[in-house]
């Protein structure tokens, strides 16, 4: 397979899918990027189908995740940061579970609780400037993973007030774990999975191939 097939066309903003040399490719804009699934399977009208699904669910988690979206499992708790438990969707129970444990294991490297500054950021880039000291310092005092509380019950708890988090960090690769898990399910065994270049996770190998070639990109852009 030609490795160009594997990169998704970063001028595409809706989606997109092909049939070449047997194997269904799919592209759809989600999460703010450009996923795209490539599987070989038999009979294709079944691969198709599975594609379905697998775009559904990364709609799904899309829904949850976003920290843009008012309507989201997400927003609604940073909404409810300071007031006390909030009943959250259980894959956003999962995934806030996953990124607290990788927050303390990094030290902090990963840090969903980054929302304040992010938001900092942005404003100031707006405005072409640099965010002012005393605000970068206010932003991180609204930090912090250990004010996020994961309660048995299934609800979250944001304990101070203002805080924000983002999922950005991890979003895309829980979504992709989460896609190979039902691929799995539905006997596909050669796929590829590419979320926005950054989130990558493979089956098998395409037909006639040990492995499924990748084309590599330096810091410059240059192949």
């Known amino acids: 397979m030609n490795p160009q097939l594997l990169q998704a066309e970063t001028h595409l903003s809706t989606s997109s899918r092909q049939t070449v040399n047997g194997a269904l490719r799919e592209i759809h804009y989600v999460m703010g990027t ?43 708790l940073n909404r409810h940061a300071g007031l006390g438990p909030v009943e959250i969707n259980q894959e956003l129970w999962s995934a806030l579970k996953i990124a607290l444990y990788l927050g303390r294991e990094t030290d902090g490297a990963l840090d969903i609780t980054i929302g304040p500054l992010i938001d900092l950021w942005r404003a100031a880039e707006e405005q072409g400037t640099i965010p002012a000291p005393p605000s970068v310092t206010e932003a991180l005092g609204r930090m912090g993973i250990a004010k996020v509380q994961l309660l048995p019950d299934g609800s979250a708890e944001l304990r101070q007030a203002a805080m924000r988090l983002d999922l950005g960090g991890i979003g895309k690769g829980y979504a992709v774990d989460r896609l190979a898990e039902i691929l799995i399910q539905e006997g596909i065994e050669s796929a590829f999975i590419n979320f926005g270049r950054s989130s990558l996770a493979a089956l098998g190998s395409p037909p006639e191939h040990e492995g499924w070639p990748l084309m590599l990109q330096s810091d410059d852009g240059a192949p």
């Not at 599987?39 to 697998?54: D, F």
């Open 34 to 76: 450009l996923l795209e699934i490539t599987l070989y399977h038999e009979p294709q009208e079944e691969g198709k189908r599975v594609l379905a699904r697998c775009f559904q669910e990364a709609r799904h988690l899309e829904d949850i995740f976003s920290a843009y979206d008012d309507d989201s499992d997400l927003s609604r």
